[in-house]
């Protein structure tokens, strides 16, 4: 059973306005989340992260919000630009554990519409 | 992608073949992932390595083995591939705190 969800698969928006993608997990164990981007022939690369301690954490136009109790984060772009269009992984992992393996989200593609 | 190379990029291979798929980084980073990528489920761990000679399953690890007898090489095997194991396989590396950085990973079809 997958411990972390991407709900929607896919996300169209114009650009300029916001773009929100949602994860949810069920791991009560989860303590660090991140967002990873990723273009098509590439790896992925970190976007941003947030600790369990926090329930928002802002970088430039990208905003994570956590909410515990409810065991879902979601990420904001806002203005979303053209270059923002790709799959985005929500990824959690247990810090305690060992290897503090990630454990990743089915993904959400988004595409910003010009 | 700078520090951490993958090969081959791209392979074909037939059912039944042995397999061996390379991740050579250059950062001398303790741990090392591979992930495969598949359409709605993201990436899954497949094996991981937290040092030379030191390695622990993933959660997809059936059908896969690996090995790391230097810090900056990490090889996953398929003993003998099957067509469930056509995926993109991505490797990563990671050194203390930070985030996980992947590799641009092997396109593998097994016919």
């Known amino acids: 059973d997958q411990q972390v969800k991407q709900n929607s698969p896919s996300l169209s928006v114009q650009e300029g306005r916001i773009s929100i993608l949602n994860c949810d997990y069920t791991?009560?164990?989860?303590?660090?989340f991140l967002w990873y981007k990723k273009y098509p022939a590439e790896g992925p690369t970190f976007l941003i992260s947030i600790s369990s301690i926090k329930d928002k954490n802002e970088d430039g136009r990208f905003t994570v919000f956590l909410n515990k109790s409810a065991k879902h984060l979601s990420l904001h772009i806002v203005p979303s630009q053209p270059g923002d269009s790709a799959v985005y992984f929500c990824a959690a992992s247990a810090q305690s554990a060992a290897g503090n393996k990630l454990t990743f989200g089915g993904g959400t593609r988004v595409l910003v519409k010009p | 992608d700078a520090g951490i190379t993958q090969s081959p990029r791209h392979k074909v291979t037939e059912t039944g073949t042995p397999v061996t798929l390379r991740c050579h980084q250059t950062e001398n980073h303790r741990y090392m992932y591979w992930y495969r990528q598949d359409p709605g489920h993201g990436l899954r761990l497949i094996h991981y390595?937290?040092?030379?000679?030191?390695?622990d399953k993933g959660e997809v690890s059936d059908g896969y083995s690996v090995s790391r007898s230097k810090t900056e090489d990490f090889l996953l095997t398929l003993e003998s591939a099957t067509s469930s194991q056509t995926s993109v396989y991505f490797c990563a590396i990671r050194e203390g705190d930070s985030p996980l950085h992947f590799g641009n990973g092997t396109r593998l079809t097994v016919t």
């Open positions: 791991n009560s164990m989860f303590d660090y």
């Open positions: 390595s937290y040092g030379v000679k030191d390695t």
